[in-house]
């Protein structure tokens, strides 16, 4: 038998113990915590990033091809890469918009160019905004990645 002064020391011994326990798995839980968040926001951060460039290059190719016949081809190359890059990290919604936009481009490289005028004319309609529908995709997906 236990003599009764073991009990207390145990007691204690065993309280001490858990209270380290219940401190680590608290120190642990909340730094994973902290490490997803850090995740989290380097994920969008990224994400912005290929957004932006992607609508900074659509939008010169674009202006391109309503003046050209023709593109360089390593141009279009690069957004067929941002697309590949989107196809990992992006909902299907903002993928289908890009595509789509690219296939305009290319559609518009194969339409007869435009002049100033027309230019002038094209001003204030959707032919003339064709990023609007990629831009609010990826404004609705950045924004419910904060609601999971």
Not at 74 to 84: D, K, Q, R, T, W
Not at 132 to 137: D, G, M, N, Y
């Amino acid at each position: 038998m236990i003599g009764s002064g073991y009990i207390p020391a145990l007691a204690a011994f065993g309280g001490s113990a858990f209270g380290g326990l219940t401190t680590f798995a608290a120190t642990w839980f909340t730094q994973r915590r902290k490490d997803a968040v850090k995740r989290f926001a380097r994920d969008k951060t990224g994400r912005q990033k290929l957004y932006k460039n992607f609508i900074e290059e659509a939008s010169k190719l674009y202006a391109d091809a309503l003046v050209h016949d023709s593109s360089e081809v390593s141009v279009l190359v690069s957004m067929y890469a941002m697309i590949g890059r989107m196809r990992i990290v992006s909902s299907d919604a903002v993928i289908e918009k890009a595509e789509a936009v690219t296939r305009m481009i290319v559609d518009t490289y194969f339409a007869p160019n435009r002049s100033f005028p027309e230019l002038r004319e094209l001003i204030g309609s959707h032919t003339m905004d064709p990023l609007r529908e990629f831009s609010e995709a990826c404004r609705n997906e950045l924004s419910g990645l904060g609601e999971s």
